[in-house]
Nanobody, 114 residues
Framework: QVQLVESGGGLVQPGGSLTLSCVPS????????MGWYRQAPGKQRELVAS???????NYADSVKGRFTISRDNAKNTLYLQMNSLKPEDTAVYYC????????WGQGTQVTVSS
């Protein structure tokens, strides 16, 4: 079973930026579409960005224009660049296939607060 390790979260002020990273334990980017998901307290996990095998990104309306998903196949790393962060972006962020089929990793906490 492929394992997923997310990192890069932290505490940031509104308007700030963070870049999240996800490293799978196997090279899967050429086989599957990947996604970044988030789960805020008391809410269901939601897909915020996905990237196709061909490299095209798709975004939830709530993050469109602020978040950018990308990947580096040589480094086997998936990224989520998050700009203009808002308090409502506070959540635990996870990566997985799109649609999700792997065991969830531990996620990385993003807190946007002044």
């Amino acid at each position: 079973q492929v394992q997923l390790v997310e990192s890069g979260g932290g505490l940031v002020q509104p308007g700030g930026s963070l870049t999240l990273s996800c490293v799978p334990s196997a090279s899967i980017f050429s086989i599957y579409a990947m996604g970044w998901y988030r789960q805020a307290p008391g809410k269901q996990r939601e897909l915020v960005a996905s990237i196709t095998r061909g490299g095209s990104g798709n975004y939830a309306d709530s993050v469109k224009g602020r978040f950018t998903i990308s990947r580096d196949n040589a480094k086997n790393t998936l990224y989520l660049q998050m700009n203009s962060l808002k308090p409502e972006d506070t959540a635990v962020y996870y990566c997985n296939l799109d649609p999700p089929r792997l065991t969830w990793g531990q996620g990385t906490q993003v807190t946007v607060s002044s």
